[in-house]
């Protein structure tokens, strides 16, 4: 079992890396972002999915800390990439309870020296559930320094419609779970018809998470989704191997 204390000492010895996974224009076949996703290389169980350690990172407060070295690490890679390639970081929903959010997306960017508009934040509708005031003043803040906001796991929640309206959202990322589902329910091609033609009326991208296989990528191009992320372009893979994944993919 994973404990606070092994978390703490994870930290210390900068166990936590991020993984990289392309995201790709569909129209145009070309890489345009990774999104970052958080690994713990620890010593003796090998790489740990965040799955298993997010959760008691939230529980802990230890997701500040942890939050920040993805933030910084991912500004700090990105910088390195081509200036048409952004970066797209998870925030949890513990991250807004935090006043410093602001100075830390400031600090990363100022210290990488990466541009605002190549960065992108995933945050889930949970984000939103106490639609409280400080929540969305914090978004828009992000918003007016030209960062940009996706709205992640999209469909899994509950009321997902309204939020769209709470916020002007950048991007809307379709789960994964719809995609998987494409081949064997048709009420799965209905859902990523209408959530294409919703960002399209809205103006905002669509991203479909999880795809696997060409023909979930023929449907996705058939129905006018923005862009495509999954297995079937790359697994997340570290920041060295970046170069290699633009050199094969675009
Ligand atoms: O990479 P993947 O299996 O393994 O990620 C599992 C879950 O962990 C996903 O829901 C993803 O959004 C979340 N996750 C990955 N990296 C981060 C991170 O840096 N911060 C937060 N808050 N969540 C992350
Ligand atoms: O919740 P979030 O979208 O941030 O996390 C993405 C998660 O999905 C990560 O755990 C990532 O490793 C995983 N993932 C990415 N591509 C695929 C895929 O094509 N198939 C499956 N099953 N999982 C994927
Ligand atoms: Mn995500
Ligand atoms: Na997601």
Not at 108 to 116: F, M, Q
Not at 204 to 225: K, M, P, W
């Amino acid at each position: 079992r994973l404990l606070e204390m092994d978390m703490r000492a994870a930290l210390q010895r900068d166990e936590f890396q991020p993984y990289y996974q392309p995201i790709r224009d569909v129209a145009s076949d070309r890489v345009v972002a990774f999104e970052a996703l958080l690994r713990w290389n620890h010593p003796h169980r090998g790489l740990i999915s965040p799955i298993n350690f997010i959760p008691l990172a939230e529980e802990t407060g230890l997701i500040i800390q942890l939050g920040e070295l993805v933030l910084h690490a991912a500004c700090a890679d990105a910088a390195t990439w081509p200036d048409d390639i952004g970066v797209a970081v998870n925030l949890s929903p513990v991250q807004f309870k935090n006043p410093n959010l602001i100075t830390s997306v400031t600090d990363a960017l100022e210290r990488s020296g990466l541009a605002a508009r190549r960065l992108e934040l995933e945050i889930t509708e949970s984000v939103l559930l106490q639609n409280s005031e400080a929540t969305l003043t914090t978004l828009h803040e992000l918003r007016a320094m030209g960062v940009r906001i996706s709205l992640d796991d999209f469909g899994t929640g509950y009321s997902s419609l309204s939020y769209l309206r709470s916020f002007p959202f950048d991007k809307i990322k379709i789960d994964r779970s719809f995609v998987s589902e494409l081949a064997t329910r048709e009420d799965s091609v209905a859902i990523i018809r209408a959530v294409t033609g919703l960002g399209r009326s809205l103006g905002i991208v669509t991203t479909a998470e999880g795809v696997e296989n060409d023909a979930q990528l023929e449907l996705l191009r058939r129905e006018g989704c923005t862009q495509a992320q999954g297995f079937l372009f790359s697994k997340p893979r570290p920041a060295s191997e970046v170069a290699l994944m633009l050199e094969r993919l675009r």
